[in-house]
């Protein structure tokens, strides 16, 4: 019988991990696919160049995903036809939390080089698929 109540509580434990790590994989696939489809959206000429992380250190990887999320903020639509696309995108990416970095970062985001949003975004795509 204790056994069985061992083999029950470990079943329930490891299920709740597993089900709290996919959670996160699945946002992140989210956050992919609505930047793939943002890309051919964003106004890329005439417009204000973004802070844009790349290679970040590994404790510094939360913060330069609050660099791209606070960036994204500041896309614009490519034109009215497109604006549709742009709001939704916007509403996944404002939903989007950021963990709570473990450590202080050296760099901000305004240390970063500045790019155009199509860049941004490729950077913030290969970011996701990196994390």
Known sequence: MERMILFCMLFFCSSTVLAAASHRAVKYKQILLT???????????DVELLHTPENPVEGCVDTALSCFKNGTLKLQPLNSQVNATFTKAMGVFRKYTIRNPGQQCESSCESYKKKTPREFLKSFAKLIQKV
Do not use: A, G
């Open 35 to 45: 930047i793939e489809k943002l890309e051919p959206t964003v106004k890329d000429k």
